[in-house]
T-cell receptor, first 111, second 113 residues
Framework: GDSVTQMEGPVTLSEEAFLTINCTYT??????LFWYVQYPGEGLQLLLK?????DKGSNKGFEATYRKETTSFHLEKGSVQVSDSAVYFC??????????FGTGTSLTVIP | DARVTQTPRDKVTEMGQEVTMRCQPI?????VFWYRQTMMQGLELLAY????????DSGMPKDRFSAEMPDATLATLKIQPSEPRDSAVYFC???????????FGPGTRLTVL
């Protein structure tokens, strides 16, 4: 069945460091891929998405490229800020009716 | 701007009591999802609806949980009787067929003593 595997945390970085959070998926066909972010005490918010191979999703300095050959959708940011501290979830859907989420990666950015 | 609302935001109750959580999806959305989030299990899908009909509730403990959509503007998740292991944050999300994105509510934090 469809599934998402993402890098386990927690991840702690200094401000302005480079961030990578790995995400790989298993799915038949061509799923849409997402990164969601959850700030403390809040629900999940869509951060970025990509709907076909080689698409790059980007938002707020974060980027992820849909790599079908490696079934990956790694999240990157060149220079993290304290305000980026949150939990990040990788997710996929093929139909829009069933979403599969990873276990979440907690990021803490220290000044 | 349009957003999913959930009530209550926090609920503390005693074991054995009935708990009802409510969700108002974004107007015009026709899919609704209920998730439970815990530290141990992460985010688990409990049930989802399309056009108010339940499509999948296999993630829900059937003996005590029930989910309904009395109308297009209200989804409910009920636990009866509640148990301490039900303590979690419950999220509702809504979306629209053919548009591959979910919009999450702020969650209901449930504590069962």
């Amino acid at each position: 069945g469809d599934s998402v595997t993402q890098m386990e945390g927690p991840v702690t970085l200094s401000e302005e460091a480079f961030l990578t959070i790995n995400c790989t998926y298993t799915a038949t066909g061509y799923p849409s891929l997402f990164w969601y972010v959850q700030y403390p005490g809040e629900g999940l918010q869509l951060l970025l998405k990509a709907t076909k191979a080689d698409d790059k999703g980007s938002n707020k300095g974060f980027e992820a490229t849909y790599r079908k050959e490696t079934t990956s959708f790694h999240l990157e940011k060149g220079s993290v800020q304290v305000s980026d501290s949150a939990v990040y979830f990788c997710a996929l859907t093929r139909s829009g009716n069933q979403f599969y989420f990873g276990t979440g990666t907690s990021l803490t950015v220290i000044p | 701007d349009a957003r999913v609302t959930q009530t209550p935001r926090d609920k503390v109750t005693e074991m054995g009591q009935e708990v009802t959580m409510r969700c108002q999806p974004i107007l015009g959305h026709n899919t609704v999802f209920w998730y439970r989030q815990t530290m141990m299990q992460g985010l688990e899908l409990l049930a989802y609806f399309r056009n108010r009909a339940p499509l999948d509730d296999s993630g829900m403990p059937k003996d005590r949980f029930s989910a309904e959509m009395p109308d297009a503007t209200l989804a409910t998740l009920k636990i009866q009787p509640s148990e301490p292991r039900d303590s979690a944050v419950y999220f509702c999300a809504s979306g629209y067929d053919g548009y591959n994105e979910q919009f999450f509510g702020p969650g209901t934090r449930l504590t069962v003593l």
